[in-house]
């Protein structure tokens, strides 16, 4: 059964700080691996999509990795914002299914 | 706009008594899921349509039940709301199996 882990659950950063928040998985045969970001009492945005085949993708100041073969995957921000506070959460498709497995989340606050 | 649409925003029902929740997609999307997250839980599978005319269950089934109506709608429905149904319903979907989701912005049912 493909468990799916983020750490840390929260995390406070001073403005301007590059940061790196965790995810990990326990079944190295997925298809693809999503990252989102939530907002307080709002939706899920999608950020990046990870295809199995690939190792990293970037959209502006965020760059996201997958290690197969550990179980895991980083999503680096860049320089970050007090618009960036939210709460990023992964997601992980296991090969042959439909379904996506989800983290419980890293809850970020970037202070000003 | 493009995207995801859920209806109603927010609900409060009484124990024993039943509603649908709606969902449609306008972007031709395929495959159509219902989440619920709860706190300290992420988001749990609750039923998915992998393609018009076809439902199957997910992590968490019980108390529900779907009607993929035509390509563009997914509804939820509980028949016999009970308290522990109490929590916020995201509808997404995907247009094929090397995308990622797009998302609702979510029902916050409360049953009292």
């Known amino acids: 059964k493909q468990e799916v882990t983020q750490i840390p659950a929260a995390l406070s950063v001073p403005e301007g700080e590059n940061l790196v928040l965790n995810c990990s998985f326990t079944d190295s045969a997925i298809y693809n691996l999503q990252w989102f970001r939530q907002d307080p009492g709002k939706g899920l945005t999608s950020l990046l999509l990870i295809q199995s085949s690939q190792r990293e993708q970037t959209s502006g100041r965020l760059n996201a990795s997958l290690d197969k073969s550990s179980g895991r995957s980083t999503l680096y921000i860049a320089a970050s914002q007090p618009g960036d506070s939210a709460t990023y959460l992964c997601a992980v498709r296991r090969e042959g299914t439909y379904k996506y497995i989800f983290g419980t989340g890293t809850r970020l606050k970037v202070l000003a | 706009n493009a995207g995801v649409t859920q209806t109603p925003k927010f609900q409060v029902l009484k124990t024993g008594q039943s509603m649908t929740l709606q969902c449609a997609q306008d972007m031709n999307h395929n495959s159509m899921y219902w989440y619920r997250q709860d706190p300290g839980m992420g988001l749990r599978l609750i039923y998915y349509s992998a393609s018009e005319g076809t439902t199957d269950k997910g992590e968490v089934p019980n108390g529900y039940n779907v009607s993929r109506l035509n390509k563009r709608e997914f509804s939820l429905r509980l028949e016999s709301a009970a308290p522990s149904q109490t929590s916020v319903y995201f509808c997404?979907?995907?247009?094929?199996?090397?995308?990622?989701?797009?998302f609702g912005s979510g029902t916050r049912l409360t049953v009292v």
């Open positions: 997404a979907s995907r247009l094929t199996g090397a995308d990622g989701y797009t």
